[in-house]
Structures are given as structure tokens and as C-alpha cells.
């Protein structure tokens, strides 16, 4: 058996051509297959879908060798004689293409989950190839650089009068909330005394998480009765508090999309003396749109922001950004193995990256980030963001002209809540469900402050059409009257 070619190097492009052309098609034929937004059947469908084509013997490819003792060829999930590599791309990309909810789909709109650009894909491929480890320097020389200049540059879109702006990739907002709160542990950090955290009702369920793992008390919850922080609570908390203080607001909210009051928050937080991080991870984008970046005012004044750009900025997972408006805050994640940063290296000249992220191995998530805004640049990315914002408009208008139908609010960014009129919560958790089971749609639900349960469509694709909106509500009426 000859050894596998790998995918760097001058005979690297050579040795994935062929593979990528096999790729693409077993991701056409598994779409056609599929038919919709999703496979229908639910998990055991899919599971069984795919057990058997672990399992099953290859129609195109000669076995060759013998198969393990006891055991019939190709009836295993881990093969004792390989199929080859085309064989093994067409089989399974096609078997996952085909059972896959495909977020390209116009009725694929349940979660923050988008469908990534083309050229973001394609660049991810080279990253992918040439597998740079953001470790350290030695592994990734033009990487390194890259991050360095556009993490910079990205920083100062949401501090433009920082001292010094400066942003760390993350795997998304849950590692860039779990970042903010580490900062803030580490900054103000003196025997006896600790970080309390105050965050909406409304905040994403990581910020909990991330006082959970870094030992610090349970934030303190701040009603929002309006799906936004309530100010007057907020104030009435910090007022009751000692010590040192951290705000978590929000811009997007997971449930809705609503955007926390920010220049108030920041307003309160400078009255008390507390720090403030916005978790911008769904609104962030919006800096790139010249008629919704006005939403955003008041995100310049915390000292830590999140946003992904795998959300409002179609990258594929994960593109997620800490910023920060002044580099010298991020001082406390300053870290040192030998092997990877020596002291006589970074004295030397050698950037310093280990105290860049949590991680140590780590992709070159930037590259497929600086080749889409060099390829749309602002403007660009701009009128795709506004494009599904005016989606989720018109979707609204849809629901409040049709009297079987209810609307929960008019949307801040592109989710839209809705319901079947008269609906009990037990009815509309079956609509959902049903959907998925059939295949016809993804949508999301959500619970809202007066306890109701709601259907969710997140409109994160640009191409989607007014007729495909129609289809979901469409199908939603039908499922309704069974």
C-alpha cells in the first residue's frame, strides 16, 4: 500500500484536486437527495442512515486484504481494509450532505447558524491544507502576521478611540463571555475580594457557565421584562453591591435579537464605578451597515466586546472576536512554555502568541475573515446584513396581514417570533417538532417573558426570497390545522 499524499507542499494542490472534485459532487447529490431543508424520519432515521452507511459494502471499490477475525468485510465501523480515499469522500459526505440541516436552505432558520460564503469556504480550505498551529511563531509565520494586522484593525471598528485596540480570536461568544469575565477576575483580583457579575435575565446562558468554571460567585440576574436589561433594576443592584463590579450586557439577544440599552448601561456602570462587557456576538456586524450601525452606539465604552463573525458575517465555524480598546488589558493571559516562547525568542524578535488565546493548537480562523472583507469589504458585508434584517421586516408584515397568525414584536435584527393565533404552548412545540420530522423546516422556538412558547425563524440567508418566507408560514398554517 503506498502512503496517502498530503495536502501542503508543492505536490500538495495536485493530490486535492481530484478529492475536492469528488467532494463537490457528493455534496450536490447528497442536497438533491435530500430534497429540503433537512432529511426526514428524526434521529433514528438518521442514525440508521448513517450506521449503514458506515457498515455497508462499497458498490465501486475492490476490497482488498482480509477483514478482521470474526468479522465480515465492511461490517464495521472502523474498516480493517481501507476503501480508498475517493471512495470513502464520495460515501460519506454524501451520506452526511444528505442528512444534514443545511443552513443554505431559505427554510433552514432556526438558530444563529449560518450559511457560510463560498469564498470563506474556499479559504478555509487553504488554511485547512497548509495547517498553521497559532501557537507559536515557527508554526505559522504569514498567519501570525495576518491575525496580528486584521485582529487590530477588526478592534478598532468597535474602539475607534482606543488607546491601543486589540482583539483575540475565539472559538465564539462562549470562550470570548468566558475571556471577559477572566480579564476581569485577573484585574481586579486581590486577596479577599472577588468579581461579581450582574447580567440580564436575557444574557446568554454562557456567562453562568463561565463564573461556574472560573470560581466566581453566580452573577447576579437583573430582570428584562422588555427582552432588554431593565435600567432601574440595574442601578438598584449596583447600588447594592461592594467590590468589584462587571456588567454583561447584551446586542442581540439569543431569543429575539433585541439590544440592551447600551450608552445607559454605560452610563450606570461609570456611575458605580463598574466594568462593562457587551456581548455583541449577533448584533457586532452591524458596524458594517451605514443604516443599522447607529444600534450599536454606546459598544465603544466597554472594556471587553464579543462578536462572531460566524453569525452576521457568514463565515463557517468559527470566527468569534474579544476586543478590547487597549491591548495593554489584555496583559493577564501573558503565558509562558519554553518550547513555544522562550524568553531569549521573544527577546529576539519572535512574536509572542501563546498569550493570545486559552488554547494553545489553534487554526488560522483569520484567513478565511480577511479574504471575505478584502473580497466584499464593509460596504459589502454591510448590504448583507441589511439584506436579512429587511427578510425578517417583511416576514413580520406577513405575519401581522394574516389573522391566523400572531406576532411577538416587530424585529430588532433578523429573528422574527410568531405563533399560530389561539395556539396552546403544547400545540406549537408539536408544529415545531412535526417540521423537523418531515423535513419541510427548521425553525427555532423560544419562551418569552410571559412564559408563552414561540416559533423562532433566524433569517441568516441573503438569497432568501419573499416566496420562500411565504413557504414557512405556509407550512406552519398546515401543520396547524391537522
Not at 154 to 173: I, N, R
Not at 383 to 409: G, R, S
Request: hydrophobic share 45%.
Amino acid at each position: 500500500m503506498s502512503t496517502p499524499p498530503l495536502a501542503g507542499g508543492p505536490a500538495g494542490p495536485d493530490a486535492l484536486r481530484p478529492l475536492v472534485d469528488t467532494v463537490l459532487d457528493a455534496l450536490h447529490e447528497g442536497a438533491v437527495a435530500r430534497g429540503g431543508p433537512l432529511p426526514p424520519g428524526g434521529p433514528t432515521a438518521i442514525t440508521d442512515h448513517i450506521r449503514t452507511t458506515l457498515t455497508s459494502a462499497p458498490r465501486d471499490a475492490p476490497h482488498t486484504g482480509t477483514a478482521a477475525p470474526g468479522t465480515a468485510p465492511h461490517t464495521e465501523v472502523i474498516p480493517h481494509t481501507g476503501t480508498g480515499a475517493r471512495e470513502a469522500l464520495r460515501t460519506l459526505v454524501r451520506a452526511v450532505a444528505y442528512g444534514a440541516a443545511d443552513p443554505a436552505h431559505p427554510r433552514c432558520a432556526a438558530h444563529l447558524h449560518t450559511p457560510p460564503l463560498a469564498v470563506a469556504v474556499a479559504a478555509d480550505l487553504a488554511a485547512s491544507a497548509l495547517n498553521p498551529s497559532l501557537d507559536s511563531w515557527d508554526q505559522a509565520p504569514a498567519t501570525a502576521a495576518l491575525e496580528h494586522l486584521l485582529t487590530r484593525a477588526l478592534a478598532a471598528e468597535v474602539h475607534p478611540t482606543g488607546p491601543d485596540p486589540d482583539a483575540l480570536v475565539t472559538s465564539g461568544a462562549t470562550e470570548a463571555n468566558q475571556l471577559a469575565l477572566l480579564l476581569a477576575r485577573e484585574r481586579h483580583g486581590t486577596l479577599g475580594t472577588t468579581v461579581q457579575t450582574v447580567c440580564a435575565a436575557s444574557a446568554h446562558h454562557s456567562v453562568h457557565r463561565a463564573a461556574w468554571l472560573l470560581g466566581l460567585p453566580e452573577p447576579v440576574t437583573v430582570p428584562a421584562p422588555d427582552g432588554t436589561l431593565d435600567l432601574t433594576a440595574l442601578d438598584a443592584v449596583l447600588t447594592g453591591l461592594r467590590g468589584p463590579l462587571l456588567v454583561v450586557a447584551t446586542a442581540g439577544t439569543t431569543d429575539t435579537g433585541r439590544i440592551d440599552p447600551l450608552p445607559e448601561i454605560a452610563d450606570l456602570c461609570d456611575a458605580h464605578g463598574a466594568d462593562l462587557h457587551i456581548d455583541a456576538a449577533y448584533a457586532g456586524p452591524l458596524l458594517f451597515s451605514t443604516a443599522r450601525r447607529h444600534l450599536l452606539t454606546g459598544l465603544d465604552r466597554a472594556h471587553t466586546v464579543g462578536l462572531d463573525l460566524h453569525k452576521l458575517g457568514w463565515q463557517p465555524l468559527a470566527a468569534g472576536l474579544l476586543a478590547v480598546p487597549d491591548r495593554a488589558l489584555l496583559a493577564p493571559l501573558a503565558h509562558t512554555a519554553d518550547y513555544l516562547n522562550a524568553d531569549d525568542d521573544t527577546e529576539a524578535g519572535l512574536p509572542d502568541l501563546l498569550g493570545r488565546s486559552l488554547r494553545t493548537s489553534r487554526r488560522p480562523d483569520i484567513l478565511k475573515v480577511a479574504v471575505t472583507l478584502r473580497a466584499l469589504g464593509r460596504t459589502g458585508l454591510g448590504v448583507l446584513v441589511d439584506q436579512v434584517c429587511a427578510a425578517a421586516q417583511h416576514l413580520a408584515d406577513l405575519v401581522e396581514k394574516n389573522p391566523a397568525l400572531e406576532l411577538y414584536e416587530r424585529p430588532t435584527l433578523s429573528t422574527v417570533l410568531f405563533r399560530p393565533t389561539h395556539a396552546d404552548d403544547t400545540t406549537v412545540a408539536a408544529i415545531r417538532r412535526a417540521l423537523l420530522t418531515e423535513g419541510h423546516a427548521v425553525l427555532g422556538r423560544a419562551r418569552s417573558t410571559d412564559g408563552r412558547v414561540w416559533l423562532k425563524a433566524t433569517l441568516l440567508n441573503p438569497h432568501t426570497t419573499p416566496d420562500d418566507l411565504a413557504d414557512i408560514l405556509t407550512l406552519v398554517e398546515g401543520s396547524t390545522a391537522r
